[in-house]
């Protein structure tokens, strides 16, 4: 049995910015990955409703990184616990555990992937169609290649090799629609 991704709100970066938005089910597991910047909260409402979703049911919230475009409408999910990279959060009670390898539910994973922050992770989601990646370390499909908002360029590079070498099927990037990586190039 594998998990069922779903992308409520495909975001960009331009004038404007809105985060990609994510649910992930699994079994038990509801997970929203990145509940940041958009237009208007119905962006991620509507489509969560069309998917039969209460917010309240969401179980989980993963904070891809600290940055406000990804996490500015995180309270719309009241009883999720929230994940980052360091610890779970949950009501008043903050559990510091490492992220890279914490498992969420059978199909959902996280890994550290540092570079455009330090703080950055992926969410790891076993799907029918393989490992799908929901990931800071691309904006889009279209790019750019170098991060301008990267702490660490280098180390992304390297995090987006060692993500890449898990050979992804999909990529769920930051700003945009998932895209197959199978087109970009392995860096060495
Ligand atoms: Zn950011
Ligand atoms: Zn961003």
Redesign the pocket.
């Known amino acids: 049995m594998t998990a069922r991704l779903d992308v409520l709100c495909a975001g960009y970066a331009a004038d404007r910015v809105a985060s990609t938005v994510v649910l992930i089910r699994d079994q038990d597991a509801v997970i929203v990955v990145d509940p940041g910047m958009v237009a208007d909260r119905r962006r991620i409402l509507d489509p969560l409703a069309r998917l039969g979703v209460e917010p309240a049911s969401v179980t989980d919230v993963v904070f ?4 406000p ?2 996490t500015l409408n995180a309270a719309l999910f009241e009883r999720a616990r929230f994940h980052d990279v360091w610890a779970i959060y949950s009501g008043d009670e903050w559990t510091d555990r490492p992220a890279d390898g914490f498992a969420l539910s059978p199909g959902v994973r996280l890994m550290a992937t540092p570079g ?2 330090a703080q ?1 992770i992926t969410t790891l989601v076993s799907t029918d169609g393989g490992l799908a990646a929901c990931t ?1 370390l691309w904006w889009s499909a279209e790019g750019p290649d170098i991060d301008p ?1 990267a702490e660490d360029q280098a180390l992304l590079e390297r995090s987006r090799a060692r993500l890449l070498g898990l050979s992804p099927a999909l990529i769920v990037p ?1 700003h945009g629609a998932p895209f197959d990586p199978a087109g970009l190039e392995q860096q060495p």
């Open positions: 891809s990184h600290h940055h475009d990804h455009h922050t950055d800071h908002l930051g």
